[in-house]
């Protein structure tokens, strides 16, 4: 199993309602995304197929006719001339409507459909470089519902009246785990709900790190880096690690509110001289996590 295959295991596992919507992906996100094919200058040349090295694509050997009957063939033609008189014929001969997809008998080439698997597929933008015909393009969405699939809810749990949340905390070591330090020398109050992890920088935390956490049953997971524009290996660069994070952690957001898990993760900043602000940042969230009670994953955990 690939990293990509365990991170998908790990959202089917978290998961505890059935998605309904597509996620939209943040510009600076790569990695997710949907290829979205144009049937009817597809040449079946396989070039796509032969680039993907995910296997996310294969050749379908059926032509879904009512494509080629919605195409508008530009003024200079199509580039594969045979797929344009295809059209053509199709287009004088049928109204819309009336045609399905047929099957393409065995061996005959140059006819069939691309299949895009969206479990599979890495957004690397190597099938649409290597297509001729510009058939492929890459749509800044994550079919979460197609990757999902059918949720089964889990069991419920009883609260106990003393329950308190249990949250993981990732602090990059530059900024804010000194606040967390200035926190405890200032003796600040804040809830011991967390446990903290020391990172060298926001951008360190992988997707795989929070889904596994969630999926082992922690109640929430809060981030807490430096202060936008002064990450100490990238500094103002859209580029930089918590710049990089905020996108991303809106994205895992949006992924997570789809499958029942919302709320649970948040991204904060706090220098090395905000103590006040990281012991803010921890209230903040041990209250929210305590008004959305337990991870409902703690069902699943104890039937296992
Ligand atoms: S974007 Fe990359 S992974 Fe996705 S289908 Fe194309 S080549 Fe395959
Ligand atoms: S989508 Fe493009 S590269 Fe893939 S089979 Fe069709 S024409 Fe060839």
Partial sequence: MDKRDQLIQKLRNIAVKTPENDVEVPEKVEGFGTIEYG????????????????????????????????????????RS??????????????????????????????YGSIAWAADRCIACDKCIEACLEDCLTLEKTYKLPEIIGEVKPPPSITVSKDWEPFILCFVCWECSHAAADLAGLMHL?????IRTIRIPCLGA????????ALENGVDGVLLTGCLLSECHYGGD???AGNFMQ?????????????????GRIHIDSASAA?????????????EKIQNLGPSPIRGKLEVR
């Fill in 205 to 212: 935390v992988e997707p795989m790190h929070i889904m596994t």
């Fill in 246 to 262: 905020y996108d991303f952690v809106k994205f895992w957001m949006d992924v997570l509110e789809e499958i029942g898990m919302g």
């Fill in 237 to 239: 660069s859209p580029k």
């Fill in 81 to 110: 001339k045979n797929r344009e008189s295809l059209v053509t014929l199709l287009q004088g001969l049928r109204e819309e409507g009336n045609v399905v997809a047929i099957s393409v008998p065995d061996g005959l080439p140059g």
């Fill in 274 to 286: 905000m103590g006040i602000k990281f012991a803010d940042i921890v209230k903040e969230f041990t």
């Fill in 39 to 78: 049937a009817q200058t597809c040449s079946a040349c396989k070039k796509c197929i032969l680039a993907c090295e995910p296997a996310a694509l294969d050749m379908d050997p059926t032509m879904n006719l009512p494509d080629y009957l919605k195409a508008t063939i530009p003024h200079d033609g199509f």
């Fill in 189 to 193: 109050h804040y809830p011991t709900n």
